[in-house]
């Protein structure tokens, strides 16, 4: 099909809206441009034509090269068909890209940055526009570029535009970010700036709100796990709580949510932060790190948990008003160099300008070697508006194809936390793995401490502080389950379909790798076993093809629970510690042929 539109002068480009996915390509592809040279094939060639191949060669390399770009289009005065099939091709991939999409117009078919004429640009983006209300969504201008030929005196820019859906039933896009960090490194107190809307006053004012425990908020040291919202609506515009709104106000009013994961930056609280991370399923990992201060505490172990997880990382360096300019230069060359060290292999990309903002957040969701570094302040507000366009343009890491397949599947609800509400009742909170989860729905619930899974009925969701009716995979939310007696439930559970077989496990086995050890890791050890929502002492039953494990070697290892059965699935990410000890690795096989409880032989597994 041609994409070329009616009124253009004819240079070729191609449809390649990206939809915040690199592989998500367009087949409406335009005449080619005329540019490329037709080549000759001979045998053999004179050394004469050798050389004047090697000078042209050469004078062409020392020209000016403009940058290349994945392709985009060009919209000049389409025709009413064409204008109702891109119209339908911008919904489709709005569809793909969760609610989002990015054009790039103005570059031809190869990637050369070619730009359109000022009048060109201004019908382009009229007609984008028109698009874009057509299906309900709203575009913003993210940069614009000039391009400069030698041949060429006319002024030619291209341009970058963000288009968003409006949302409709509660169907905002929500990315969930962890925040990492050591103690006192200004944690809180950043997200309190970005979702309150109010700079600091320098002595911990703007963190006061996120606190949940009167301990934490005389010592200024987060102990617990807390959320926090700051949206963005379908223009590109910062949504949070700086109007005097209420939750609920901001998810009507926002086309994209951040949710932040506030986590725990003392090391007495490790196992809390850990479990934020392996349960919670965060989309990217921020990691915050004092300007005056540097790495320190435990800056490099939470770097390195986030790694082990694979969780997609980027750094803010904070405080930078407390320091000279050279002590925050210091900082982030000591980050670059831990950053490039074999054991991460990361690409640092210092932020400084809005353009580089633009580009970090689409070339952070397309590689996870490149780490975003921004220097910012929570006091004089230096550079936070950098981070906010970071966040306005992130994309999500699963597109549309991948959720709709775990929403076939067959509904499973991760218990992260659990609640009593006066005149509510028992509440659960979690995030839901697979399958979709309503209003009134009948699950199951377990496994117990037995070993059983107990039937119970859903009463009302709460997601983001603001009621509604369908959960969906990948969501987080708060379910209401009524009288259902609270000491039953503990976390770790899982709320699981009726029409599924639920199976635990006392044993399993799983493929690790050590990453430290004092002395030697053989049969009889005890550990922290972290899985997903699951977080229980193990025991090391046997160790496959060796009788002990030293630092940095690999193996197969039999665990067995010491408590209760859990809830397992075949490939879970599993993460082990013990003192010092540590390790990652993932589930290979559960093995309930010999995993009865003591005492209790045939509470295996339960079946509906």
Known sequence: MDA?????????????????????????????????????????RSKKGKRRKRRRSKKTKTNKTPPYLPPELKLVNPTHYRFEHLATQLKWRLQEGRGEAVYQIGVEDNGLLVGLSEGDMRASLKTLRRMAEKVGADITLLREREVDYDSDRNCRKISEVLVRKVPDDQQFLDLRVAVLGNVDSGKSTLLGVLT????????????????????EIQTGRTS??????????????????????TAEEICESSSKMITFIDLAGHHKYLKTTIFGLTSYCPDFAMLVVSANTGIAGTTREHLGLAMALKVPIFIVVSKVDLCAKGTVERTVRQ?????????CNKVPMLVASPDDAVTAAQQFAQSSSITPIFTLSSVSGESLDLLKVFFNILPPLSNSKEQEELMQQLTEFQVDEIYTVPDVGTVVGGTLY?????????????????????????????????????????????????????SLLRKGMVMVSLKMNPTIC???????????????????????????????????????????????????????????????????????????????????????????APGNPDLRYCRF
């Open 224 to 245: 617990s796990i807390s959320f926090e919202i700051l949206g963005f609506n379908s223009k590109g515009e910062v949504v949070n709580y700086s109007d005097s709104r």
């Open 506 to 596: 006392w044993q399993f086995e799983a493929a690790i790798i050590l990453l430290f050890h004092a002395k030697t890791f053989r049969r009889g050890f005890q550990v922290t076993v972290h899985v997903g929502n699951v977080r229980q002492t193990a025991t090391v039953e046997c160790l496959h093809g060796k009788e002990e494990l030293h630092t940095g070697e690999r193996a197969v290892v039999c665990f067995r629970f010491i408590k209760h059965p859990e809830y397992l699935r075949m490939g879970a990410k599993l993460l082990f510690r013990e003192g010092v000890t540590k390790g990652i690795g993932h589930v290979t096989s559960l093995l309930m042929h010999s995993g009865a």
């Open 196 to 215: 309150q809307g109010e700079l600091d006053n320098g002595r911990g004012r703007a963190r006061l709100n996120l606190f949940r425990h009167l301990h």
């Open 434 to 486: 697979s399958g979709v989860c309503r209003e009134g729905e009948r699950l199951v619930v377990g496994p117990t401490d037995e070993g059983r899974f107990l039937r119970l009925k859903v009463g009302s969701i709460h997601r983001n502080r603001s009621a509604c009716r369908v959960l969906r995979a990948g969501q987080a939310a708060t379910l209401a389950l009524g009288n259902f007696d609270r």
């Open 335 to 343: 980050l670059e160099h831990v950053l490039k060290l074999p054991g």
């Open 4 to 44: 070329q539109i009616s009124g253009g002068t004819g240079v070729g480009t191609t449809a390649n809206i990206r939809s915040n996915f690199p592989n998500v390509r367009s087949n409406l592809q335009g005449p080619s441009s005329g540019n490329g040279r037709r080549m000759t094939s001979k045998k053999t």
